[in-house]
């Protein structure tokens, strides 16, 4: 179906809304009736404009307060509308939205409800003008779709229809059956279609509406039973998205933009009017690249934790550092130094890496070159919001591209290598790097990275469409300055999973956004134990935490003393525990030991604030 | 009575949470849990830092989950609550806040939860230690003040108690009869009062107490009603803070300890526990102070609104610029090249400057040095929240000190002024400036300050304790790049208006925050003209909303033809008419012309989107 949105949905001038939406793949566009007032474009300027970005006008809104009201009034309201339609004729816009009066003046009368809106859609067809007539939740008299339709249906005349808007009628009764009084509305007389999201929220409806709409699939709502009832009534029009939202009010047009093309072409998906490449599911982290302008501390830090620099890039400065199934690509190429540490790119274990960057593609995110130079295995390759490329990798498996063919086994005799094949600490380990030892790192349990502040929603239904991974819920972090919020995205299995974080306020630089690498381990004390004999430094954790974790729990004889000297941090649900330490941060860059029981399917978030407050602090114990 | 505040209520590490309690004037804390469990202090050191700041740790919380649990999970919990006892001799507080239960696993059954709070009370009394057990507003199934009291009463050991919190209860019942109960509850019992404030929304009670809690006088609970009922049931207690707010847990602990310091000072007033220096409303606006280092296009800018320089600082590089009662000092010295052109400074006429000022004191304003200089005639003034000085002005009234004593007649012959006494742009001015011309200003109709994004809320209450103003509703504008919010201060006659405003976003750069002064005139067309004649440029109004205009409203003819050829905007209510227009923007400072009905009191809101897409466009129109 055809797309649209309203041009409140998104930030700045008239003139960036219409280039944000055409650039995006929109057909069409809602003026918002304030973006053309504060525009400097005149009405015949901003049509040339669409035309020029190929965007239809599909709708202009709102006309608020007509009907149901005294004749003085509605004589006022007409000649009010007749100014409108005037304007809509020089914009070259067929349909204008009229809003359920919130008027103190309407009376609770449907019939002259009808008779007025009959009126008025007299005058709007004279110009070739339809109007659409929606009720607002929170309308004096009439705030439910079945009702309007009654007022529409009475008042009999072709110019008038109804505007269907998911908002306004799930954020009153989402109750499925409600729903099905849609599927019995002719087709040709519902003339428009808003589509919201909301997270479910027990608030004042208004306010709801107002600040907290989000694209279809960021919130609650189930968009896709409500739009299966309007397609099953036979409406035509396009799918149009009005989403009141004070984030994204702040945030960029462009990515706002395409984040929300992005939920319709999901939103058509789930419905099956459209089929795009099916999800590839990720099957396990290939490898986590940081770049580093700091290649000494962090290769210490790396070997101190165990991985062994097994192989080296051909034609980049690019390290493979590998312990069990993890792998830790170090980049220190040019864009380190501009970026100082950070985790830039994920690999993920792919069934089928083309078809998971078609999907990618399909769904508008960033494709990234497949080769890099000449010589490199072509890696199909996106970028996720956050600006981290993400790998779609094929590790060791016959007939697929495999990026480790790019990489050459470290040479310890080689004079160019500062840092020898097992780093600047460690003499050479001579066991299969495949093979932990006790207390050695299996796999990369998950990531974390922290999300621009504007795209926190988009996130989560970024891995959730394209990466076809599952989102918990979001929980609430207290750090000393702020509060945070995450919500991990996962696989079925777990093998895959990445924690989305978000700041308390939108920061000017970026660059301190934290990130971290959460390894697997079985047996987390020896893994600290060796990691502090290799000279690692691990977070100190306050002894108040410890005193608290012995009125919680009941731990076997020294367990909790271990844990104390160790800073290993505990929780446990009934799925089992999850033990976790912290090592000191490079750059934006920390890792994490985790010991997870196999059913536990937490993060550690309720010591979250303790870690969040010893990092504040900044002294390592060692 | 004695004032506390949770470390909850304060950003950062536990010990910048106790310096900013005592630096406001706290006597005591309570020890919020988690903000002990990430102290890297032991308990000892946290009491003797206690001691040493002079604050008292009155109370220690929460202990959850507790009671009418079937006996075995009773038993695990006292286990968890001697842990607790242990902890809090060594922190030597001497009472723990037990919240109703929320546990899936609490069973409906008074008699067992008044059996176990009476073992959990001889267990604590073991330890000298008092419970005080309070309903939160979603406890499984003790959740209002009355049903805890019952079980207290019930349980009946003197080491059990009540703790009162006017969120819980007023969240729940606000009706005052549903209040009257608190009264009967005897006042030993009252173990501890919690206080905290929001505003009204009808929001699920959870997230709005854990989000948008706020000082009391902040938010829209009748707060002195509820204390004056604690006060008649004898409570003898210390007034606590407990107020879990987002935009708190981000802000500086300094200034938001004080910040509730003067909630608390207020409240107290309100309900006749104290009596500091009445406030003494000011009467009108005596100056508003620009420093700039930007002499030039400032007094060019003054100069063509009618403006004449008619005095110069004694001493300094200050220029006092008249037009009827509308004066603006234009501060060239030092601070000005530091910060570029702003509003530093507001002289507000006062019955009493020095009562005024004593007020400000006693409400923890930060008093500024009566003299500047030696021979400066001494003036009253304080700080507000967002740095403009306050000047509490006796301007011509015999017997009160006048700042403009300080000025001396500006000498057109003097060859250290550049500026000569009417600007560059016009000739000499022989009539009278106090006497207006037609089109003229009369007076300073408003002030607008955009205040720092942390501090919003308090600005409000700061106007309306200080200095007795009145706070009109906060009202939402909507910018090109983010949602605006502005709420009015103002006495009853309307001669001092303020607009506080705040941006969508804290901003790393608060020197962009914009502020305007508001210049009334009767004639607003003629001022507008004049203006431009004299070479002043106004703000461009695209035409589009004069379209609007034209839709909404009628007008004599031609009056919206002027309108739309002086970018004058237009609003109208019950109360009558309000226009306006704009000029350019000089460092953070720009005029806006305004011609008021008398009973209109609003500031233009409806028009401030238009307006800020066209300060953002910034192409003015000559």
């Given at each position: 179906m055809r797309t649209s949105i309203a041009t409140v949905s998104l930030s700045g001038a008239l003139t960036e809304k219409l280039t944000a939406a055409a650039r995006a793949g929109f057909d069409g566009v809602e003026v918002f009736e304030n973006d053309l007032l504060a525009s400097p474009l005149t009405p015949e300027e901003i049509r040339?404009?669409?035309?020029?970005?190929?965007?239809?006008?599909?709708?202009?809104?709102?006309?608020?307060?007509?009907?149901?009201?005294?004749?003085?009034?509605?004589?006022?309201?007409?000649?009010?509308?007749?100014?409108?339609?005037?304007?809509?004729?020089?914009?070259?816009?067929?349909?204008?939205?009229?809003?359920?009066?919130v008027s103190p003046h309407a009376v609770d009368d449907d019939a002259l409800a009808a008779f007025q809106l009959r009126r008025l859609a007299e005058l709007a067809d004279g110009f070739g003008i339809r109007v659409a007539y929606e009720a607002l939740a929170w309308g004096r008299h009439v705030s439910t779709?079945?009702?309007?339709?009654?007022?529409?249906?009475?008042?009999?005349?072709?110019?008038?229809?109804?505007?269907?808007?998911?908002?306004?009628?799930?954020?009153?009764?989402?109750?499925?059956?409600?729903?099905?009084?849609?599927?019995?509305?002719?087709?040709?007389?519902?003339?428009?279609?808003?589509?919201?999201?909301?997270?479910?929220?027990?608030?004042?409806?208004?306010?709801?509406?107002?600040?907290?709409?989000?694209?279809p699939g960021q919130g609650g709502f189930d968009?896709?039973?409500?739009?299966?009832?309007?397609?099953?009534?036979?409406?035509?029009?396009p799918l149009s998205l009005e989403v009141f939202n004070d984030v994204f009010r702040q945030a960029e047009a462009g990515p706002t933009a395409v984040d929300a093309q992005r939920s319709l072409l999901v939103l058509q998906e789930s419905v099956g009017l459209t089929a795009p490449p099916a999800p590839v599911v990720p099957t396990g982290v290939a490898f986590a690249e940081l770049v580093s302008p700091d290649v000494e501390p962090v290769s210490e830090l790396l070997a101190a934790l165990g991985f062994t620099r097994t192989a080296r890039h051909r034609g980049?400065?690019?390290?493979l550092?590998?312990?069990?199934?993890?792998?830790?690509?170090?980049?220190?190429?040019?864009?380190?130094?501009?970026?100082?540490?950070q985790l830039a790119a994920v690999g993920l274990e792919s069934p089928d890496p083309a078809g998971a960057a078609k999907r990618a593609e399909a769904l508008l995110a960033p494709v990234l070159p497949r080769r890099r130079t000449p010589e490199d295995v072509p890696l199909d390759a996106v970028?996720?919001?956050?600006?981290?490329?993400?790998?779609?990798?094929?590790?060791?498996?016959?007939?697929?591209?495999?990026?480790?063919?790019?990489?050459?086994?470290?040479?310890?005799?080689?004079?160019?290598?500062?840092?020898?094949?097992?780093?600047?600490?460690?003499?050479?380990?001579?066991?299969?790097?495949?093979?932990?030892?006790?207390?050695?790192?299996?796999?990369?349990?998950?990531?974390?990275?922290?999300?621009?502040?504007?795209?926190?929603?988009?996130?989560?239904?970024?891995?959730?469409?394209?990466?076809?991974?599952?989102?918990?819920?979001?929980?609430?972090?207290?750090?000393?300055?702020?509060?945070?919020r995450s919500r991990a995205v996962t696989n079925a299995d777990g093998s895959v999973r990445i924690a989305l974080g978000v700041g308390p306020a939108p920061s000017a630089d970026d660059g301190d956004r934290a990130q971290h690498i959460a390894l697997a381990t079985d047996d987390l004390v020896t893994a600290a134990r060796r990691f502090r004999a290799a000279g690692g430094r691990l977070l100190a954790i306050p002894a108040n935490y410890y005193d608290d974790l012995a009125a919680r729990y009941?731990?076997?004889?020294?367990?909790?003393?271990?844990?104390?000297?160790?800073?290993?941090?505990?929780?446990?649900?009934?799925?089992?525990?999850?033990?976790?330490?912290?090592?000191?941060?490079?750059?934006?860059?920390?890792?994490?030991?985790?010991?997870?029981?196999?059913?536990?399917?937490?993060?550690?978030?309720?010591?979250?604030?303790?870690?969040?407050?010893?990092?504040?602090?900044?002294?390592?114990?060692?």
């Open positions: 040339a404009r669409c035309a020029d970005l190929g965007l239809s006008i599909d709708l202009y809104q709102p006309m608020r307060d007509i009907e149901a009201v005294p004749p003085d009034e509605f004589q006022r309201n007409l000649r009010r509308a007749e100014h409108k339609f005037r304007l809509m004729e020089r914009l070259g816009a067929d349909t204008v939205l009229v809003c359920s009066s779709y079945d009702h309007a339709w009654r007022i529409v249906e009475a008042a009999d005349h072709p110019a008038l229809g109804t505007c269907l808007d998911s908002f306004h009628i799930l954020a009153r009764d989402s109750d499925p059956r409600a729903l099905e009084g849609i599927a019995e509305i002719p087709g040709e007389k519902i003339f428009f279609l808003q589509l919201a999201d909301a997270p479910l929220m027990a608030m004042d409806v208004l306010q709801w509406s107002r600040h907290h709409r989000c694209f968009i896709a039973g409500f739009l299966r009832q309007v397609i099953k009534a036979g409406y035509q029009g980049k400065p690019v390290d550092w590998q312990q069990g199934e993890a792998r830790v690509l170090l980049n220190t190429g040019p864009g380190a130094r501009r970026d100082g540490t970028a996720a919001p956050d600006g981290t490329e993400l790998f779609f990798c094929a590790t060791g498996r016959p007939g697929l591209p495999d990026w480790t063919s790019d990489f050459d086994p470290a040479d310890p005799a080689d004079p160019t290598d500062p840092a020898g094949p097992t780093g600047p600490t460690g003499p050479a380990d001579t066991t299969d790097p495949t093979e932990p030892a006790p207390g050695g790192i299996h796999r990369i349990d998950h990531l974390a990275l922290t999300q621009p502040w504007h795209q926190f929603d988009e996130a989560a239904l970024f891995h959730r469409s394209v990466l076809g991974l599952g989102a918990l819920e979001s929980v609430d972090v207290a750090d000393p300055y702020g509060l945070l009941e731990f076997a004889d020294g367990e909790l003393e271990t844990f104390r000297a160790l800073g290993i941090l505990y929780d446990r649900d009934a799925d089992g525990a999850f033990r976790h330490c912290y090592t000191e941060t490079i750059g934006r860059v920390f890792f994490e030991l985790v010991q997870r029981d196999p059913g536990h399917r937490g993060y550690g978030a309720r010591n979250a604030p303790v870690r969040l407050a010893a990092q504040h602090v900044r002294r390592p114990v060692r």
